[in-house]
């Protein structure tokens, strides 16, 4: 029997020749996260263990991108742990507050994810990385201290839904609205335990930043990675990033899918996920007014600069609704300062925007953006569960950059056109 | 292992965003969290959960966040188990990896029943309903970290 692409790298970091689908295997990590949340509680783990070093120092990386620049005294003296730590253990890429960005916007911006990588990481999004064919998924604090401490990580090898891609995305709809559009398909739980492996012709249409999404989303169907072949798109933007060879790892022919979904991109339209579900996904074609308060453009799902160059195309030379607030969080440092000099940041505050430091922060109801009792939201981000951006009668609306920057202009839920 | 205790029942997606709401994870200190348990989903959860209850549910149970406060907050108030149709999968292997039994059974239990689980038999039994369901016991593999009393336990030959 064939191995589909996550088996493929999954058998080459346990040192055999395959692997099948409910084997549980201890697997070499190329690269270990955590972020300001998850972090202090594998500190912790690991000291209680008696451990006093890391595996490897370049393999582990600490992004404190959740409550930063920290918003409280407790968070701050959660920081101040991992920033204790990280100089301790000589950890060299470690991602404070000047030089850190949303940490799945971050690392592939920083070369430190190649194709064929094995990486796992303390927050659900690291999933993110399959878009560049490496296989990624969220762990929690105590499986991070065990991968900081052997460099290993113990996983149940997963079975596969394939989604074939044809046609191409039509304009105006993005990586977002097909991510949105599978959920609704499949529910919160249709890829639970399972890898979501994209292929066909019509991957080679979707850009990186689209990918990039795509993946990040897979957690949202339950999955546990969603990964993309590696084409030659894939390739210049590793070799932009970074100095590490990438590995090429190709399903086999015969490999074996749970289910095949096929899907002509060409049919996906503008899609929104109403509360309290990423699974209910509506279009523009049976929705009713939605008045919103608020709109949020960023987090590691929608934050890079693709992203606001959608957003800042569609509001440029024009002005927010009258009462709702728009927050544009560039997911890192580096894609600040491209929109900047792109001129998006002017854009975006010449409509009535805010433009925030990167933080994950609105996202997860942390800080900069939480919303009051009844109040609704459109944002890029990936979770609108019950109380997620704030009080639990609120609600969050997931979209796309160019549905939420449509949005802002128009003061309710509004297509981009 | 046996546990016995009474059941809080739940639906379906209950997300780690509800059983550990975000506005709380500026501490890991266990008891801080355990005191906002489900709070979002059922404020009234820690008032009335006691030592050794335990919380069944529907479908993806711990879905969302990878945040391990979630499973803390539960074992740390007081649950002895969850019982769920099916785990979210970091939730599962979270739980697995602090020593928080988990079984994955579709059994039809009702709030405030009384049950048994006998994890080493595989056998989940309703004492207010006398009815027995059975469940698959875990991998050998889990079933090791499970009983060195979590991972790094396991790992560290007991130091953890």
Known sequence: MGMTMTQKILAAHCGKQSVNAGEIIMADVDLALGNDITTPVAINEFEKAGCTKVFDKNKVTFVLDHFTPNKDIKSAEQSKQIRDFARQMGVVNFFDVGEMGIEHALLPEKGLVVSGDLVIGADSHTCTYGALGAFSTGVGSTDLAAAMATGKVWLKVPAAIRFNLTGQLAPHVYGKDLALHIIGLIGVDGALYKSMEFSGEGVSTISISDRLCIANMAIEAGAKNGIFPVDQQTLDFVKEHGSRQPVVCQADPDAEYERVIEIDLSQVVQTVAFPHLPENARTFTDMPEIKIDQVVIGSCTNGRLEDLQIAAEIMKGKKVAKDVRVIIIPATQKIYLEAMEMGLIRTFIEAGCVVSTPTCGPCLGGHMGILAKGERCVATTNRNFVGRMGHTQSEVYLASPAVAAASALAGKIAPAV | ?160
């Open chain 2, 1 to 160: 292992m046996k546990l016995k205790g009474t059941v809080f029942k739940y639906g379906d997606n209950v997300d780690t965003d509800v059983i550990i709401p975000a506005r709380y994870l500026n501490t890991h200190n266990h008891q801080e969290l355990a005191a906002h348990c489900l709070e979002d989903l059922d404020s009234s959860f820690v008032q009335r959960v006691k030592q050794g209850d335990i919380i069944v549910a529907g479908s993806n149970f711990g879905s969302g966040s990878s945040r391990e406060h979630a499973p803390i907050a539960i074992k740390a108030s007081g649950v002895g188990a969850v019982v769920a149709k099916s785990f979210a999968r970091i939730f599962y292997r979270n739980a697995i990896n602090i020593g928080l039994p988990i079984v994955e059974c579709d059994a039809e239990i009702n709030e405030a029943d009384q049950i048994e689980i006998d994890f080493d038999n595989g056998k989940l039994h309703d004492i207010t309903k006398n009815q027995t369901w059975d469940f698959a016991p875990f991998p050998d593999f889990l079933q090791q970290i499970i009983a060195a009393g979590g991972l790094l336990k396991s790992i560290s030959g007991g130091k953890a």
